[in-house]
């Protein structure tokens, strides 16, 4: 064989498998558009959707990139599911219990109170058919969700006045959404639901007079403990999942090898975003109770609690025989919860009761 014409060959054949591979590289390159239902200086929750924006980036080689809108910034900020519907976005970060007005079902994707904690969350997702159903029900909006991070257990919420009995909670203003919101209101709270951004000043102002978020590292940031001293445990969101979703038909026209990029970052993101709020919770509840903040550390009294239970199973109940979605989704529920919850309560329950001293809550 001619040595200079096989070479002038592979020559040849080697710049147009480059030319191939960078046009078919070039036709897959795609840039989607996500918005938040916070800022996007938002920590730990934020931050999680810049990691998952990375994963993905590194995940295609660069091929798939997540361009990120805080709050407002394109749409509104509790606007982003009509959005993404309507396919003005591409996807967007959130909490599925805001949508509660679209179909009361969905706020049980996201936590309810007495409920499954994180861990029992992601399983009943991933192995009790919780994701599969999620999907169905909103395939209806034409979206796609994904795991989009948990907080763990979250807060009961900052109050101005303490709270001694269940008399004390008759009237007050709370920004509270979700099932949690429903709850209250059985026990004489008038609910709030407004976003993130704009809870602090309602607040200051008296528009409302206490406030939920997530828990210690978040609340902080946002400078609850200014205008409400009186900061409480909580049961309302015991295992909070937030979204990650996506319009549909568009999610359903990527590349196969996108969608399983997506997939995986999700669920990356998902198991990150809980191991750093555990992580930076402790850091800030140890200022809390260093007395940094001047903040009082309370437990909701007896009679609360039991009229919130009580209240909590009237609720799911009451729902299910109203609407077909929400009996659907209950009813994986209640099969899934039993079992995982006696195994809580054998493999985990007992070993922190063993482990831990009694809670350190003031007389409030």
Known sequence: ???????????????????????????????????????????????????????????????????????????????????????????????????????????????????????????????????????????????????????????????????????????????????????????????????????YTALERGVIDATEWVGPALDIKMGFYKVAKYYYSGWHEPGTILELTFNKKKFERLPKEFQTAIEVASNDMNARMLAQFQYENGVALRKILDGKYGVKLCEFPQDVNEAAKKAIKEILEENANKNRDFARVYETIQNFFPDTRKWTDVGMKWFLDTRDNKAPFDKC
């Open 1 to 199: 064989m001619d040595r200079r014409k096989f070479l002038k060959t592979a020559g040849v054949g080697a710049v147009a498998t480059s030319v191939f591979t960078t046009n078919l590289y070039a036709k897959t390159r795609k840039t989607l558009k996500v918005c938040l239902s916070w800022s996007k200086t938002m920590p730990i929750m934020a931050e999680g959707v810049y990691y998952f924006a990375k994963r993905v980036k590194e995940l295609t080689d660069g091929g798939l990139r997540i361009k990120i809108y805080g709050a407002n910034e394109l749409v509104p900020a509790l606007g982003v599911f009509d959005a993404c519907s309507k396919g003005l976005i591409d996807g967007f970060h959130s909490g599925p219990y805001y949508w509660k007005g679209k179909n009361p079902a969905f706020s049980l994707f996201s936590a309810y109170p007495f409920g499954m904690v994180a861990d029992e969350m992601n399983a009943w997702l991933d192995f009790g058919g919780g994701m599969k159903i999620w999907r169905e029900l909103y395939a209806k909006y034409n979206l796609v969700p994904f795991k989009g991070g948990n907080s763990g257990n979250q807060m009961g919420g900052w109050f101005r006045k303490p709270i001694k009995s269940l008399n004390d909670l008759k009237g007050l203003k709370m920004r509270i959404p979700g099932l949690g919101g429903e709850v209250m209101a059985r026990l004489g709270v008038k609910p709030v639901n407004i976003p993130g951004g704009e809870i």
